[in-house]
């Protein structure tokens, strides 16, 4: 197992690298620097390029759905500030900051004719990016994804996660509960992580709660072919809430995946797959 | 040695604790009766307006959604107060102003309470506990920063007097400040704060606020105590005034020893009554995630839920001083000596079901027999020879810091 360090430098920012292999796919980390926020960057496989936008659960990267896509594209997997015990920026207070820094990343990374795939609160993200400036990327993929209010303000949309018991939010996130994860199982630096990455999710979603007032009325500015990809038992997000975010995006397809919940990609990873590998090959 | 009396307004009617998840945030209100929480209000208001009548001062606070504490507003409470009372001081303790968003209200209440009392305010400000996160709706992360920059604007919005000035921070926004009425004690009222750090005494050192410690017991007193003296000797070059510093425990006297602890017995409803799930008392970005982790694990230090209703282990502590006179003086005499000496007493005196006659038994007993021996023991006080007195006393063997103290810290 050999690893090397590279630095380059793009359109002012700074990017090191450190490559090694692991499994069957070779997994490169970079670190972005853009403007004084260090961007950690998981690159995996080959192909056209897959922007992985994570939720607020944490990184993606390392699940069965992303050894799959990976195959046959290059999966590039950012972790959001204040993830993975990343610091939070002294300036960020919100999701708008987050989409402003990956305006940067994107220039930054160069994409051309990108996948752009969010989950959950990722997915809002995606969305924000896509309603700014859809050229650098080809396709849209938003999975159980936040974001929008559609109903009145005595309407909860979207599950107060922060508000929910641990039983109740494993009963709206998962069809499998066995699936969700057990604290008794971590170590204390993981669960230091889950903390933290509380914290960052918090900072990104509290107040408009999960959504932006304002995106349903920039989502007709997406231009390219989106897909929603949803949990059939999802209950933090339902399939009406995926339907309502549908009909906002011009051409957008709804896809519901059963026996799952909110990460329909952990639950039904071949399934999951299948139907983005369809999508984006199409 | 100033004394202040206080109650939290409890509404101690609930059913089995069983039925409900939470004594706080999501309790439904019918279990609120109306007519009982009027008695109640009233009951208490004449628990402070005795307090002021056998010569204590009177605190008060505020909590949201919760049966531990009827009163969501104190300014409305103490702005009865300063008009039924004649001559105790009025502490709030405090202002939640990291989860209110106009700190301008909150200067102008406080300025209206200090004019109708002719003076009586001393106003603090506290970051608020984690239960409070969602009643207001606000995200806890840096809300010790939202704590200061408020408290900069009241300050500045208190002892302005030639007309607007203009505030854009970054949590507050007000281009038009100019506040009527202005307090009557010049230039502000006092002010107070509370602090459970060395870290975060310093910082109410620095301004040369006063300090308050909630139930923090024989473990982490000195740490606390002695953040705020060496924060103050820093910046001001002197050492700090021993009015500058205080400490609420729960206290109850009694004419006999059994009586006293049959009292501090019903006063532990606060710890026995708190039951509160993780998502409130551990909601994200009030804890560092090193302590929100062992909160997950289940290690509820910090967490504010009742890891010990044992009165024995909660007097070791020093949370509760209770007994015959004698016994409450010699008990408090400790720890101020332990701890260097602080010149506020604040007195958690009444909780639950304690009724009002129970409650104001020993309140008398306290005001004739305790209060003024610790007047005494004040007016003698000092600095060098205090850290003398405290530097004899060696550490006592820490006690895991149950969940008590910091509840209450913030």
Known sequence: MGSRSTIHRTLGSRISSISKRTGMTSETSTLVSLHGVDVPVVRRGSGPPILVLHGGEGLVDHLPFAERISSNFELLHPTHPGFDGTPIPEHFDGLEDLTFLYLDLIDSLDLQDAILVGFSMGGWLAAEIAVMNTGRFSKLVLVDSVGIKPGGPFERDISDVFALSTEELEKATWHDRSLAPNVSDMTDDELQNVASNKIAHGLYTWEPYMHNPKLRYRLHRIDIPTLLVWGENDGIVTPGYGAALRDLISGARLSVIPEAGHHPHVEQPAEFAARFLEFVSD | ?410
């Open chain 2, 1 to 410: 040695m100033r004394a202040w009396f206080f109650t939290e307004d409890a509404y101690p009617y609930l059913p089995d604790a069983d039925s409900y998840e939470s004594i706080r945030v999501n309790l439904p209100n019918k279990h609120f009766d109306p007519a009982t929480g009027a008695d109640l209000y009233n009951m208490y208001l004449d628990m402070w307006c005795a307090a002021d009548e056998m010569g204590l001062n009177i605190m008060n606070n505020e909590h949201h959604q919760t049966a531990t504490c009827m009163v969501p507003a104190a300014p409305i409470m103490l702005g009865i107060l300063a008009r039924e009372t004649k001559n105790a001081r009025l502490l709030i303790l405090g202002n939640p102003v990291a989860n209110r968003s106009q700190p301008v209200r909150v200067a102008e209440e406080m300025a209206l309470i200090d004019v109708l009392s002719k003076g009586r305010l001393e106003c603090g400000f506290v970051r608020g506990v984690p239960y409070e996160t969602a009643p207001a709706n606000v995200f806890p992360y840096r809300g010790t920063e939202k704590l200061w920059e408020a408290h900069d604007l009241i300050m500045k919005a208190w002892t302005t007097h030639d007309g607007p000035f203009n505030f854009e921070g970054r949590w507050f926004h007000a281009r038009q400040v100019n506040i009527w009425p202005r307090p009557y004690q010049q230039p502000h009222p006092p002010v107070w704060v509370t602090m459970g750090s060395a870290g975060s005494a310093a910082q109410v050192a620095q301004r040369g606020h006063i300090g308050g410690v909630f139930l923090a017991g024989y473990p982490k007193i000195r740490t606390v105590f002695d953040g705020y003296r060496q924060g103050y000797l820093d910046t001001h070059g002197s050492d700090a005034p021993i009015d500058r510093l205080a400490y609420c425990a729960l206290i109850h006297v009694g004419k006999t020893e059994k009586e006293g602890l049959e009292g501090a017995e019903k006063l532990l409803w606060y710890m026995s009554s708190n039951k509160v799930p993780p998502q409130f008392s551990n909601p994200p970005g009030y804890h560092s995630p090193a302590m929100a982790a062992a909160m997950m694990r289940g290690n509820n230090s910090g967490t504010g839920l009742p890891t010990s209703t044992n009165l024995a282990e909660q007097m070791a502590r020093g949370n509760v001083f209770a007994g015959t006179p004698d016994q409450v003086y010699d008990q408090i005499k400790n720890f101020y000596d332990y701890c260097g000496g602080f010149g506020n007493l604040m007195m958690m005196s009444q909780a639950g079901f304690m009724t009002f006659d129970e409650t104001l038994a020993s309140m008398k007993l306290f005001s004739e027999e305790v209060y003024p021996r610790l007047k005494e023991l004040t007016a003698g006080y000092d600095a060098g020879e205090m850290q003398e007195i405290k530097a004899a006393l060696p550490d006592v063997e820490n006690v895991d810091v149950s969940d008590l103290a910091s509840e209450f810290v913030r």
